[in-house]
């Protein structure tokens, strides 16, 4: 190893570094942005009304009618 050798951070590693320090709240904001839209709980009764309307799929999608 050279004497003076020090380890490689990329562009974006050092941006993200950077971004976290000049904003410390950013990654409480992004969780509480996730939560808006994908962290919910799952209502069991429309899952299964959602599975009940699926309709059957033939397995190769581009294949007409058997003839």
Avoid: H, N
């Amino acid at each position: 190893m050279p004497l003076f050798w020090k380890p490689y951070k990329s562009d974006v590693t050092q941006f993200i570094d950077e971004l976290k320090a000049r904003r410390p709240t950013l990654e409480q904001e992004q969780k509480a942005g996730r939560a808006l839209l994908w962290d919910r709980d799952l209502d069991a009764d429309q899952q299964a009304e959602y599975e009940a309307a699926r309709v059957p799929q033939q397995p190769y999608v581009y294949q007409t009618a058997p003839k």
